[in-house]
């Protein structure tokens, strides 16, 4: 695990080296678990993974990503961009979790009062109904997702409830949002600042030139 402490070299993306490092683990998902940006005129950027294997997680530290990467995933906060069951991978964008969907040694497949088909996941894995902020898969849910990932498009729930413009994700990641909330005032700011020392600049030139019009 000390590889996830490091930046990616060249065009080395973390994900692949994530994928390495786990290439004798059966099953596991990989979910954008936060996202950040530093500097102002060269900037970088950053993710943290949470590497989800059943009923365990745990959580990357943040590792640098190229910028057209970062910018290629920025709407899928809290999804999982990368999973593998029995050995194959998957590589469709998702609801956190929906990679273990279907699976009978994970949970099984009940009916709500209008006999609607929805998934229950077994109580030792609370962790996969928690990452999905509680909202039940319906079958039909969970269908349009399998569409999609063949269709290659990402499923963002039936309401949009997840990525990063997602209702439960803001409920679910504040930190985030706080964060990127004050990197926007911060640069409103310091905008207005530099108009006002340019209108500052242009406004004494005037005074210098009329004053000397007027000797």
């Known amino acids: 695990a000390a590889t996830f402490l490091h930046g990616c070299g060249g065009r080395r993306l973390p994900i692949d080296i994530i994928k390495k490092d786990l290439r004798d683990i059966p099953s596991y998902s990989i979910n954008l678990e936060d996202m950040d940006q530093t500097g102002t005129f060269f900037k970088s950027y950053y993710h943290k993974y949470r590497i989800v294997q059943g009923e365990r997680s745990f959580t990357t530290d943040w590792m640098k990503v190229p910028e057209d990467y970062y910018q290629k995933n920025e709407n899928f906060l809290g ?10 991978y998957n590589t469709s964008v998702g609801p956190p ?9 994970y949970g099984k497949w009940q009916r709500d009062s209008s006999g609607n088909s ?8 609370a962790l996969l109904s928690h990452l999905l902020g509680g909202s039940r898969v319906y079958r039909t849910d969970y269908n349009t997702y399998r569409d999609y990932g063949r269709q290659g498009r990402p499923y963002y729930g039936r309401n949009k409830q997840y990525g990063t413009g997602g209702r439960l994700t803001k409920s679910q990641k504040p930190n985030f949002y706080s964060r990127r909330a004050a990197k926007v005032r911060a640069s409103k700011t310091s905008f207005s600042q530099r108009v006002n020392q340019r209108i500052g600049k242009t ?9 000397s019009r007027g000797k």
């Open 203 to 211: 406004r004494s030139g005037y005074g210098s030139r009329s004053s």
């Open 118 to 125: 929805f998934w229950e996941f077994y109580g030792k894995y």
């Open 97 to 105: 979790g929906y990679n273990y969907v279907g699976d009978e040694q």
């Open 79 to 88: 999804m999982t961009l990368l999973s593998k069951k029995d050995g194959q």
